[in-house]
């Protein structure tokens, strides 16, 4: 399995980077905005990214009894457009054949065509449903209610893709005297982002999403139980990073940090006690760079380095800076061994330096985003690090931003 610390370690292109990192910004790339239409808002704010689109849920019960999300939309509409009339949500299950109104999570907003004002509030309503938002995708707003489709005026729209759009209706009822609208079951109870700001994601882009993380993270596909274990998560609102958070302090995953730093700094995989006791220490809280520093300030790191100080120094800039050291450099820390003899704390100043960690987290990004970093996450990540903040919650925080999540979209 290639790990991180194989990845951080080639050299990066970093110089020009470096000197960007007194300038703040937002680390990760989101998509730029669209303008909504004019509409109601949200009790909750919008979540990035929000939810996915809603594919359609036929009836399969009955069960005619009004659902909360369908009874807050039909008075939302007649609320704030303060025109039309309601027309029902429910329906009897022995009329007709099958229909969302027998389910409660469909509503009908009596408008005409005919009536130039009320034709007018249901193209205003409909336009506002359908309409592209902040993510630059159509359906902002039905999306985040949990709207399935929607008829009105002989045309429908269904929430099924970023490329839904407009098409002729031809059921035998032309909805030109009402707007017609079917929910998903988590807009029928609320349970979206419009009341709760937790997104409900695709299903399909979900599966898609934690394929991508184990393919990345571990170079394979998830198990099934484990797919179906964090998709089911997800579609449940469960925010991303805490299961992207999950599955980095994985024993798996760690396992593949501790091996990737064994074969950088030591040139061999770690036996099984060694591995052991090492999952054991960062289950305990010691990061990947106390034990990185361990590595290269060991007797048996030296030994390999020549054996003396000088060599031990020039090589540390080869293995932890990617770069070969200045006369003047090895001097300066061949001096500094003389007055503090412990390697430790020498290691512990290269593994931590903001050269080292530069080049380490634009692996990351490299690796996962397939860019280099921006300013703004080389000034949030490199910190954060030196701090004590763990490399596990990095990539976390990576693979659980909006912009590595539309990779599977």
Same mark, same amino acid.
């Given at each position: 399995? @290639? ?9 990066? @292109? &970093? ?65 704030? %457009? ?68 929607? &008829? ?11 490329? #839904?759009?407009? @098409? ?91 091996? $990737? ?52 120094? #020039? ?9 070969? +050291? $200045? ?8 001096? =500094? ?13 290269? =593994? ?11 692996? %990351? ?13 080389? +000034?949030?990540?490199?910190?954060? &690090? ?6 596990? +919650? =990095? &990539? ?14």
């Amino acid at each position: 399995m @290639r790990s991180f610390t194989e990845i951080a370690a080639r050299p990066a @292109r &970093i110089a020009a980077l470096a000197l960007a990192l007194a300038l703040f910004g937002g680390g990760v790339s989101t998509a730029q905005a669209a303008t909504l239409p004019a509409g109601p808002s949200a009790p909750a704010p919008a979540p990035n990214p929000i939810d996915g689109y809603a594919h359609y849920q036929a009836q399969s019960t009955c069960s005619p009894t009004a659902k909360p999300g369908a009874t807050y939309l039909l008075n939302l509409a007649l609320s704030y %457009y303060k025109i039309g009339r309601n027309l029902g949500i429910t329906r009897a299950c022995d009329i007709g054949g099958t229909s969302e109104h027998k389910e409660g999570r469909a509503f009908d907003w009596g408008v005409l065509v005919s009536n130039p004002a009320e034709k007018a509030a249901g193209d205003s309503f409909t336009n506002w449903l359908t309409a592209a938002g902040p993510d630059g995708k159509v359906g902002f707003n039905a999306r985040r209610l949990g709207v399935m489709y929607v &008829i009105w005026n002989k045309r429908i729209w269904s929430n099924s893709s970023q490329y #839904a759009s407009w @098409r002729t209706y031809t059921g035998p009822i032309p909805h030109t005297d009402h707007v017609h609208v079917s929910l998903s079951w988590p807009g029928a109870w609320e349970n979206t982002s419009w009341w709760t700001g937790r997104a409900i994601p695709d299903p399909d882009v979900t599966t898609r999403y934690v394929n991508w993380v184990y393919r990345d993270l571990f170079n394979r596909y998830p198990e099934p139980a484990g797919l179906a274990s964090w998709s089911k998560l997800l579609n449940a609102g469960s925010p991303r990073v805490g299961v992207a958070n999950a599955i980095t302090r994985s024993n798996e995953y760690r396992s593949g940090l501790i091996t $990737g730093a064994y074969r950088e700094f030591l040139g061999r995989d770690p036996d099984a006690g060694g591995l052991t006791t090492w999952l054991g220490a960062m289950a305990g809280g010691m990061t990947i760079q106390t034990m990185e520093s361990g590595f290269v300030a060991s007797q048996e790191y030296y030994n390999k380095a020549g054996g003396t100080d000088p060599a031990w120094v #020039a090589r540390l800039y080869q293995d932890v800076l990617g770069r070969t +050291a $200045g006369p003047s450099e090895v001097q300066n820390w061949v001096g =500094v061994l003389a007055v503090t003899p412990s390697r430790l704390d020498v290691a512990k100043s290269f =593994v931590m330096s903001t050269e080292r960690l530069t080049t380490v987290v634009n692996g %990351y990004y490299e690796h996962l985003l397939n860019r280099e970093i921006d300013p703004g996450g080389l +000034a949030k990540w490199v910190p954060l &690090i030196q701090k004590g903040y763990r490399t596990e +919650a =990095v &990539i976390g925080g990576i693979v659980s931003s909006a912009e590595y999540y539309t990779k599977a979209e």
